[in-house]
């Protein structure tokens, strides 16, 4: 299993891949916010757990193993995101919150939490009695 910090980087990895077709080091210092030297070394290590291909002068390749795990973590991404969207939590801490839960939690909470996410885009009225619930309580609190 990938740690936490090969996560970010195959998650960001398959991102700029989907996104321009491919991804340099600097591509990925840049969206990690982290030293060019430290992605060189994280691209090794990833290469040495066959998760991609890295020659460096001719960039990086994702191997099936790598693509399939990327793919997942995108999914995983977005679709805490789409939770926190519906459980009301506010836009402007929702990638935070997502950054710092994601790689704690359990691939079968991820399943689960996908049954609550299309449970509730089936029907609008739910995403409505939530708020109205969230209204309530919010109301409670002012009291
Ligand atoms: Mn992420």
């Given at each position: 299993?990938?740690?936490p910090s090969m996560e970010d980087y195959l998650e960001r990895i398959y991102m700029l891949i989907e996104e321009k077709?491919?991804?340099r080091v600097s591509d990925i210092?840049?969206?990690l916010e982290v030293h060019p030297s430290s992605v060189t070394k994280m691209v090794q290590k990833l290469d040495k757990s066959e998760y991609l291909v890295y020659e460096r002068y001719r960039g990086l390749v994702l191997?099936?193993?790598g693509n399939k795990i990327g793919k997942r973590l995108v999914y995983r991404h977005e679709l805490l995101e789409d939770f926190m969207q519906i459980i009301g939590?506010?836009?402007?801490?929702?990638?935070?919150?997502v950054e710092g839960i994601e790689h704690h939690i359990s691939w079968d909470a991820i399943d689960r939490i996908g049954d609550l996410v299309q449970y509730?885009?089936?029907k609008n009225?739910?995403?409505s009695d939530l708020r109205a619930v969230?209204?309530?309580?919010d109301a409670d609190q002012e009291k």
């Open positions: 299993m990938p740690t077709g491919y991804a210092a840049e969206a191997t099936a193993k939590v506010d836009e402007s801490h929702i990638y935070q919150d509730f885009q089936e009225e739910r995403i969230q209204k309530r309580n």
